[in-house]
């Protein structure tokens, strides 16, 4: 305190009082700036020092990122986010767009045609696979007792389907005549009933091998085909 702040004719023990309440207001103007403020009536006990200030609070991302069972929670879910694509990625099922499960008829048989025949047809699917050689979508197209896919397979002489699709792939020469196989006037649109045959003698083949003889059968309620039944056959003058 300067002389100029020393109120004048005070004796010691009012000198004191008059300090120690100019450091009262001081600790009271100190603590308002902090928004610490005693409360009203309320004095700083003689000759104890004021009180560090509030610490700032914490933001509540800070407090939740602190938070032991936060953090177990953000780990577990990224976990299960991780788990859940890897098993989309290895395991999952098939775009919907490409397969209809039907569960009538031939058990759960995923496939995708409408129709035997015709370029959207399921023949002409199992011609289009093989010239791609998507192995899994063209052995798909069998019915899942395995009878058809097993005389498939047989009739190429291969392990299994998807072998024996790769094997008839080697014979394609031209892809994009091979996955279009042109069918006679008498197989357009869907046959009626349930069941028939397609054989590929009747169809015009160019740029790869002729796959044999089909039955076919109509799945319900879904009404898609799926090959229910396979044969080799020799198609004269061919």
């Known amino acids: 305190m300067t002389d100029e702040q020393r109120p004048p004719d005070l004796d010691p023990e009012q000198l004191r009082q008059f300090q120690e309440f100019q450091r009262f ?4 103007r100190f603590q308002q700036a902090q928004g610490t403020a ?15 200030p509030a610490p700032a609070r914490k933001p509540l991302w800070q407090v939740l990122l602190g938070s032991k069972l936060v953090r177990r929670l953000v ?24 397969v209809a499960v039907d569960s009538g008829g031939v058990t759960n048989n995923p496939i995708a045609p409408q129709t035997p025949w015709g370029n959207l047809g399921t023949v002409a ?22 009878v058809a896919r097993e005389a498939f397979t047989a009739s190429v002489g291969a392990a299994d389907c998807k072998a024996a699709v790769a094997r008839l ?8 005549q091979y996955e279009q196989p042109q069918f006679p006037q008498h197989m357009l649109g869907t046959p009626p009933g349930g069941t028939t045959e397609v054989s590929s003698c009747e169809l015009a083949v160019a740029g790869g091998p ?9 799945l319900s309620p879904s009404g898609a085909w799926v090959i229910s039944g396979y044969r080799a056959e020799t198609c004269a003058g061919r």
């Open 25 to 28: 207001q001081e600790f009271q």
């Open 38 to 52: 005693l409360p009203p009536g309320q004095a700083l006990p003689p000759g104890q020092p004021a009180p560090p």
């Open 75 to 98: 780990y577990l879910l990224i976990a299960l986010l991780v788990g859940m694509y890897f098993y989309e990625r290895y395991f999952g099922g098939d775009d919907p767009g490409d």
């Open 125 to 146: 699917k199992l011609y289009g696979h093989v010239a791609l050689d998507n192995q899994d979508e063209a052995c798909r197209l069998f019915a899942e007792d395995g």
């Open 169 to 176: 792939h080697e014979q394609v020469t031209n892809v994009a």
């Open 210 to 218: 002729r796959l044999g003889r089909f039955t076919l059968t109509k």
